[in-house]
């Protein structure tokens, strides 16, 4: 999520560099909602505390 923020506000720079306001404001907007979302998720993952669960796919066995 974070990424793709940092790829609108790519866009949004180069479109404000170009003089093309209306694509630079949407991609600066875009840019801060994404950056938004993200970090809401990265504080919901810390305050609940989970972690990545491990699936093994093939279990241990010995004969």
Do not use: C, E, K
Request: hydrophobic share 65%; no cysteine.
């Amino acid at each position: 999520m974070l990424y793709y923020a940092l790829v609108f506000l790519a866009v949004g720079l180069i479109a404000g560099a170009l003089n093309l306001a209306g694509v630079s404001t949407v991609a600066v907007q875009v840019s801060w909602i994404l950056f938004l979302i993200g970090i809401a998720l990265v504080a919901i993952h810390v305050v609940t505390g989970r972690t990545a669960r491990l699936v093994r796919r093939f279990p241990d066995v010995t004969t």
